[in-house]
């Protein structure tokens, strides 16, 4: 009886997912958590971008970009991206002006690092958002490995709006 209830206990335990894998199933995008808040970059003459993501605390992620004309403070272009994890793979997708360009894969990266890339995509090839400090956000477009085509931002942290509230 009792090898009978330690081969029901080991048949139990081995069918039970461990914590951290449940875990990892509630929130496939957490090695994502780095680029989650508010951001701001110089991008050159007279035009910076903001940019917005969302928690890392689901299977989707949303980001609201800008750039705008420092002289006027307008918005000169604007982009909606989302990542999101799918049976492939987890994925990120931006859409420049709201029209889908392209659908990047995240691959293999280090800690505090996420590259996203599309090789059949014409320009860019790879998408990498990369942490360099606690108040520091890197991210480069490029056309791919050993491209000399492409672009970095340093983007800083910043407070993220604050919602004026309803309207009276």
Known sequence: MHR??????????????????????????????????????????????????????????????????????????????????????????PAPEGTPQGRFRLAPSPAGEARFEDPTHDFPKRIIYRRIDAGTLAVRVDGGEGSAQGAEFRMQSVACPASAGPQD
């Open 4 to 93: 009978f209830s330690l081969l029901c206990l080991a048949v139990i335990a081995a069918a039970t997912p461990s914590v951290a894998q449940a875990q990892q199933a509630e929130r496939p995008l957490a090695q994502l958590a780095f680029m989650a808040g508010c951001w701001r970059a110089d991008a050159g003459v007279n035009q910076s971008i903001e940019e917005q993501w969302t928690a890392a605390d689901s299977d989707v992620m949303l980001a609201a970009t800008r750039y705008l004309d420092k002289n006027t403070g307008r918005t000169r272009a604007w982009e909606f991206s989302r990542i999101v994890a799918d049976s492939a793979g987890i994925a990120l997708m």
